[in-house]
């Protein structure tokens, strides 16, 4: 009897241990089941995200092969010979005859249409828009700027420099000949981008009434072997008839980096355009009715012969701005903006340290924006505190924001 009972005491204990043995497995499954859903979940996500990589990548591929495709040579059609070839006069000098492919629009390949030929097989690959698109050359032509030196903030000390030396000498050239000086020839602008060398040299041309002349150097050496030089040449011839007027020269390190060993042709290509540059600023009487201003954010890497006297041999640093230019520039950019009453320039100026004038200038526009898309038609202190946020790429805590807030109040 008593076994019995024992027996079945056994029984008991046996059956509860297959009912916990089955519950711990019934829950391992399930979190089995919940990791496996995970992992599929994170596959498909990876899936996705090698699949955006891939692309990425081949993005980024095309990119590096258009970088190392060596430059197109520039050349005009002479004549047509026939189905297959043509004669093309180069932009270096030299006449070919060459073949070109069928698959070119025939309308465009007449006499006079400018293409672009590949440099080692003279074949077009091609065809120029006709018409010279100044800013497709990187030039950009302005008669008398509306630029003052009244919407320069913060650069007084550079402005009278530039009056002595570009505007005296366009304005008054029987100066420098009474006294028997030779003007100075081209001045040199420096500094970080952004900070108002353009707005310097348009200011210029506005109070002189000169034509302002303005080329982007590293547009001009991206472009077509040969072009560089030769735009180099009409540049000058144009800015003389055009006179008065202001060359100015953006970049001017793209062309005037200092000489280095390797020969690559783009490198003798950017050689040719500073060997023009350099036998124009020699070969141009300084009549004083133009004026020549180069603007550069790496002044180290000049060629020297660049900055001999009689080429560019007077140097004017254009920094960032301090906190009274940074308060000048804000005033200049928000004087036709409807502010709320509480927004304090001051204390924008003292929280921007560190940005350009044109950073300043896309923080007033931000703050604007804001105020835009909210419908409102004043412009309050947390707009320019977001601007800041958004220009500068920095986090300002919703604290940060409180406090300053009170401050501009
Ligand atoms: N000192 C300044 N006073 C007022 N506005 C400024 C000043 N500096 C820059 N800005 C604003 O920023 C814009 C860009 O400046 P600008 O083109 O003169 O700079 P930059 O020094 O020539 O730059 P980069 O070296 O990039 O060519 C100007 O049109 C102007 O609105």
Known sequence: MENSQSLLNKIEDLKKEVRILKEEN???KRNLMWKVR????????????????????????????RFRSPPLVLATIMEILDDTRMTVKSSTGPHFVINYSKFLDEKLLVPGSRVALNQQTFSVVDVLPAEKDPNVSGMEIEEKPSVSY????????????????????????????KIGIEPPKGVLLYGPPGTGKTLLAKAVANETNATFIKIVASEFVKKYIGEGARMVREVFELAKEKAPSIIFIDEIDAVAAKRLKSSTSGDREVQRTLMQLL??????????????????????????????PGRFDRFIEVPLPNEDGRKEILKIHTSKMSLSEEADIDLLATLTEGVSGADLKAICTEAGMFAIREERDEVLVADFMDAVDKIMGVEHDEEYKKEAGVMFG
């Open 279 to 308: 036998a124009e600023l020699d070969g141009f009487e300084s009549r004083g009715d133009i004026g020549i201003i180069g603007a550069t954010n790496r002044p180290d890497i000049l060629d020297p012969a660049l900055l001999r």
């Open 26 to 28: 019934t829950k391992t």
């Open 38 to 65: 995970k992992l599929e979940k994170d596959k498909v996500l990876t899936e996705n995200e090698k699949i955006r990589l891939e692309r990425e990548t081949k993005s980024l591929r095309g990119e590096v092969e």
């Open 150 to 177: 009244d919407s320069i903030g913060g650069l007084e000390d550079q402005v009278i420099e530039v009056k002595e030396t570009v505007e005296l000498p366009l304005k008054k050239p029987e100066l420098f000949e």
